[in-house]
């Protein structure tokens, strides 16, 4: 039995850094808790068929690649940058403060003479995405010196170089730094991704899907919560007039045949002004409750 255990075990790359505390957080809510000590990279994990190590998201396709991890967690963006022949299995919507996708922009310093990418002809860009800004400047037909940035790349403009390419999620750090966005080079999300020897093992290959379809149930589930009521038979069609739902709600028989249960999934956002409502068209008993999973 042990030497079966060790043949089913599942290598995953994990992010560290930015990404490492929401890829724990949906993994958490996912099901799978992962756990670790200050300057541990290896996390303990209530599943003894997957063992995990945390990396640099940037170098994770690469180790992926290899065959180092069967799996990981990283950036399309340090996909493309790295050039990894890998799969990517699932495109899991969460960044590192939200689930809006994170950009890499062109950025220049508000008074710069540089309008558009054209602009930049003969100048010098700092980043760390230096094979995705080359590309992108290939296939405009600009012809720019590209530097590698180890980080603190919104200081190096002006006095260092004319333009940086970084990445943002909400814009913040480029406006505190009086840098404007000339252009959008790529819109990354973040991606589980797998190498091909592991995707054509049956046992890998159904333990992968079973995560992504967790994750991906975890993730439809931010922002939602359910609602349950009771509803006159007679006032049915008022009550879900008034639903936004994701489907046709869903309706139970009750004991006493002129009622009916009605429980429905929305955002929650709405919640406070749709409960008066359905209060208002006739329901009664409602009851909001969490959701951790929404699996299609």
Known sequence: MRENNKKHILKIGLPKGSLQESTFHYL????????TRERSYFPSIDDDEIEGILIRAQEIARYV???????????KDWVLETGADVIEVAD????????RPVKWVLAVPNDSP???????????????????TRTFLEKRGVHAEVEFSWGATEVKTPSLVDAIVEVTETGSSLRANNLRIVET????????????ASWNDPWKKQKINNLVMLLQGAIQAVGRVGLKMNVEKSKVDNVVGILPAM??????????????ALEIIVE?????????KLKQAGAQDIIEYPLNKVIP
């Open 65 to 75: 690649e290899d065959g180092v991890f069967d799996a990981g967690f990283t950036g």
């Open 268 to 276: 929650e956002k709405t919640v406070r002004e749709l409960i008066p």
């Open 92 to 99: 899991l919507q969460y960044a590192r403060q939200s689930l």
């Open 114 to 132: 540089i309008k558009k990418v054209e602009d930049l002809e003969g100048k010098r860009i700092a980043t760390e995405v230096v094979n995705l």
């Open 28 to 35: 958490a809510k996912a099901g799978f808790s992962f756990s």
């Open 247 to 260: 489907k046709n709600p869903t309706i139970a028989s009750l004991h006493n045949p002129g009622w009916v």
């Open 185 to 196: 080079l790529l819109v990354s999300t973040t991606r589980m991704i797998v190498n091909k």
